[in-house]
């Protein structure tokens, strides 16, 4: 493989979950039978499962690697140090009952010197990454590419929401570029490697959310009565062609394993999969392919008709975690309240901004904050956003250049205590509803 660079044409392979098989040596893929005595160019045979083997088929996910030297060969393992990133629900903190928001986290003090791991921090989680249940809601702040260094993550897959800041995401499979108003998922236990061709040429840190999925896969929802097209369509999911580094040398292997963090020297690169078949590889998918459905009439449909992934449950329709987007859209609706009315749900939501302006609060939410609403916590749109939309003219009206979305979990998020002690904490956020005055006018 050529050095990833920004200049880079990426070829890619189109779907979501389907079998693909890709070479970048040619004859590198064993024909016929799937896995022979020895393995063309004598390479190792190497099974990735991301699901249980018995999973149901439509469900199971696995990929066979042909590489240079097994995964199996590395040195051995230390405790390596990464303060923020905590994994699942820490009980010991008070979790206070309220709507909570936070300011973009700023992007001065030690951005410009982290990589994509060390800046990692985790906002709020909920779950147990050893029973496989739950997620982490985390955002990055980082500067600098990893160069000789590599991460898995044993713990869960990696939903990575870039907010400001391309990223070049080099994985076993191959290099995904991605940019922001698109999103990559990276399977659990596939190693990745992330570099900032942005922040690279001097543009400053780069921002974004991740998802840390300790339960089930994400997967694309059920349509129903939608029918076989819309929301997210799976031929826009975009897997990367197999691709090797073909320069030698050490690599430090960074390990997320229980919620601890280790590292390894490696003689050779982890990225030395030469060809590769299955269904289960890292994929991204640019927002802007969503097909958002909507009313045509008036009221709104619920804001599970944005989900573009899905974590199931065990309980049908009460997802682990769904991702939801709110991307630019029409807005039709006759005599209708068009932002999101005030509620109390069952589902948690954590929600952050990518660009533009959130409808339900025009002002106070600004891209690479967030905002989390947990279980039957009231909230809605603010006094401004309440103001303007019971008032409004309702004329066929386009929400453009925005991007929110939700990571919306049935497990209440508990926020850590490096997001409830950080000066991002908007510790006025209730205000923004507190001149909502009785009009009651019998
Ligand atoms: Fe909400």
Redesign the pocket.
Known sequence: MTKPTASTERRYLSGFGNEHASEAVAGALPQGRNNPQRAPFDLYTELLSGTAFTAPRHENRRSWLYRRQPSVVSGRYQPYAQAHWTTGADRAIALPPEPLRWHPLPLDGGAAEADFIDGMHTVAANGDAESQVGIGSLMYLAGRSMERRAFVNADGEMLIVPQQGRLVITTELGVLDVKPGEIALLPRGMVFKVALPDSDAGAGPSRGYVCENYGAQFRLPELGPIGSNGLANARDFQAPVAAFEEDGGAYELVKKFGGRFWKAPTKQSPFNVVAWHGNLAPVKYDTANFMVIGSISFDHPD?SIFTVLTSPSDTPGTANCDFVIFPPRWMVMENTFRP?WF?R?LMS?FMGLVLGEYDAKPGGFKPGGASL?NCMVP??PDEEAFDKATHADLKPHKLDNTLAFMFESRYRFIPTNFALKSPALDTDYADCWAGLQDQFKP
């Open positions: 804001p999101p509620h749900n939501e609403h909230h809605g």
